[in-house]
């Protein structure tokens, strides 16, 4: 992951990512969750809990450059899947686009993973 970013910003920036990653998150979450009801045909079971899956991992921001590209060609996918055009869905894709490319930023899961260890060597 340390490949990927040099770097994961804190402050405005960090908390900018913190805001991008819940923009697109928790309405994919919602989304996913209320298709779970009324909806008996087995593939958009496996979309909507693949949504879901990818919603809570870009929320607690882990994998977040994985979970974003998934969750942008999702998103897509559905955009342009139905009947009629889904700006919704269009506008949640570019979002998870924006995150694979920015990364999740330090108030992350990856950032405590992957991000800058500080080691103190002792007096030998």
Same mark, same amino acid.
Request: proline share 7%.
């Given at each position: 992951m340390q490949r990927l970013f040099s770097t994961f910003p804190n402050g405005w920036p960090g908390c900018g990512l913190w805001v991008?990653? *819940?923009?697109? =998150?928790?309405?994919?979450? *919602? $989304? =996913?969750?209320?298709?779970?009801? =009324?909806?008996? *045909?087995?593939? $958009?079971?496996w979309i909507s809990l693949f949504s879901c899956l990818t919603a809570a991992l870009i929320l607690a921001g882990l994998w977040t450059p994985f979970a974003a590209s998934c969750h942008a060609i999702l998103q897509g996918v559905l955009a342009f899947a139905g009947e009629a055009f889904a700006p919704t869905q269009l506008i949640l894709a570019l979002? =998870? $686009?924006s995150l694979v490319m920015l990364g999740p930023g330090s108030w992350s899961i990856d950032a405590r993973l992957y991000g800058r260890k500080r080691i103190d060597l002792g007096d030998p």
């Open positions: 991008l990653r *819940v923009t697109c =998150g928790a309405p994919a979450l *919602v $989304v =996913g969750a209320a298709m779970f009801r =009324g909806w008996p *045909v087995d593939w $958009v079971l979002i =998870g $686009v």
